[in-house]
């Protein structure tokens, strides 16, 4: 177990009145927040998505937001999950079509289901289907540690190459085309004195519950293991199937999170943010009409006047201090 400080602030640099939507850090298998501190003033209001379950946070009529918590990370093996498995942990039938079901970045297709296939083509469970697309992706994916093709599975796909949220969302792609659920977890990596932004992937295995895969740092390790030994990783690949390491934070669990059906009060178009934090893809405008906007980069800031914030307007800082 370690305990991590975090601190995580987000402002507009022109100083703006406007709102701000970001997710709250959860409790996890592998982590538990045990003081979250509002530093620039509470939110007007907290909403639990009833679907993905992040409690998402709103802040109207500012121009920064800052939050610290502290929390505690925990190592988990995957051997200790299945030691622990209750027969119990199913998951509701509404949860299992919206993590099978195709999204935005998380496509399906004829070429992602062929490959699926092909992959997985000699194994029998859930659970041996799911590490064989980890162990394709770290046998054949390279970690650039940038998007080389744009973002979405089908990109990765393409180009087998990528950064972390590559890898999380092809192999997310791959199990919904098998019809095994599976999701996109944003998060970052405790590291003092880096920003350590990172993204993984959780695949849900009865009665094991959601297990981490984590194909980006396994296929990384081939390169760079004595710094993430260093760093305080686990160096064997295996590990990071199925296993959580007391390094990586959870910030929001889920994908393309629909603000208004949780009642924001946002402008007309702003429908939908894939990653709350620490990063995010907003989109504004209404489906269909040529107007319509995405902007990529420090997103979750907005003005009143639904003008989205683009990068050069917002600024981000998170940063990480080890307490113990």
Known sequence: ????????????????????????????????????????????????????????????????????????????????????????????????????????????????????????????????????IFHWQVDYMKQQGRLAGGPGALSALTSMDGNCGSFAWLFVSLCRSLEIPARVIMGGLAIEGEAGYHAWAEVFIAPLGWISVDGSIAQSLKQHAERFEYLGFPTDPEFYFGGSCDRCVVFSEGMNIELKTMGFDVPIGLEVVDFLQPGADIYFGLPGDPRREMVTGWSGMFHDSGTVLVEGEIRMEIDYSLMK
């Open 1 to 132: 177990m370690r305990t991590v400080k975090t601190r995580l602030a987000l402002w507009n640099t022109k100083g703006l009145p406007g709102t701000i939507i970001l997710a709250l850090p959860p409790d996890t298998r592998s982590q538990m927040v045990k003081d979250l501190r509002f530093i620039s003033g509470k939110p007007d209001r907290v909403v639990k998505d009833k679907y993905t379950l992040n409690r998402i946070a709103q802040w109207q009529q500012t121009s920064r937001v800052e939050i610290e918590w502290d929390i505690e990370l925990h190592t988990v093996h995957l051997s200790d999950i299945i030691k622990c498995a209750q027969r119990s942990q199913l998951l509701p039938s509404s949860l299992r079509q919206l993590y099978i079901r195709e999204e935005r970045f998380l496509e399906q297709n004829d070429k992602i289901r062929s490959v699926a296939h092909q992959v997985t083509a000699v194994h029998k469970t859930d659970l041996d289907k799911a590490k064989a």
